[in-house]
């Protein structure tokens, strides 16, 4: 079956970069669908970050879109999302999932914490 | 603050049935389905029903979703002590080009 896995920093420092990689197996990076992070703050609700195609084309939220990056590794089936100037604000659980329409995601990946903190 | 509008806490007593809201506006809910998550802390989030009313193999058909107008509805029937879980809903936003959520239902089973 399908499954997702983040990895990557528990901790980044205040204004630096927050770094994430989901590797995807028992599918391809290169089927026709869209690849997507999310992220929940602590007791808060999902906030869609952004995503990226096959292509490498991105859609990413407005309100983070200066400093996102979503790209595409082929090679090594996974997918990475780079969050620049970070502040304790970003500091949430961060999930990524497979698109299948829309708002439909499935399936998704455990999630890992990102904490920023000095 | 959430797009779409959920309340915060639902609960049931084993075998009752809840109905959880989602209340969005013509740009998302309005305009398009909506899907429906189970979220248990710690673990990934499951989509629960996809399409406003349809059920992913594998999902009792105690779970059920619909949608009128700008709201939509999950209702659990024969509630039981497994469904004690996070309860999100999603759609397309044609404003924000991308998907929104509400800000979940913690459901609890007494």
């Known amino acids: 079956q399908v499954q997702l896995q983040e990895s990557g920093p528990g901790l980044v420092r205040p204004s630096g970069t927050l770094s994430l990689t989901c590797v995807v197996s028992g599918d391809s990076i290169s089927s026709n669908n869209w690849w997507i992070w999310v992220r929940q703050p602590p007791g808060k609700g999902l906030e869609w970050i952004g995503e990226?195609?096959?292509?490498?084309?991105?859609n990413c939220n407005p309100s983070l879109k200066s400093r996102v990056a979503i790209s595409i590794d082929k090679s090594k089936n996974q997918f990475s999302l780079n969050l620049t100037s970070v502040t304790a604000a970003d500091t949430a659980v961060y999930y990524c999932a497979k698109v299948l329409s829309g708002s439909r995601f499935d399936p998704w990946g455990q999630g890992t914490l990102v904490t920023v903190s000095s | 603050q959430s797009v779409l509008t959920q309340p915060p806490s639902a609960s049931g007593t084993p075998g009752q049935r809840v109905t959880i809201s989602c209340s969005g506006t013509?740009?998302?809910?309005?305009?398009?389905?909506v899907n429906w998550y189970q979220h248990l802390p710690g673990t990934a989030p499951k989509l629960l029903v996809y399409?406003?009313?349809q059920r992913p193999s594998g999902v009792p058909d105690r779970f059920s979703g619909s949608k009128s107008g700008t709201s939509a509805s999950l209702a659990i029937s024969g509630l039981q002590s497994e469904d004690e879980a996070d309860y999100y809903c999603a759609a397309w936003d044609d404003s924000l080009n991308g998907p929104v959520f509400g800000g979940g239902t913690k459901l609890t089973v007494l």
């Open positions: 013509s740009s998302n809910i309005g305009s398009y389905t």
């Open positions: 399409s406003t009313n």
């Open positions: 990226v195609y096959r292509s490498g084309s991105t």
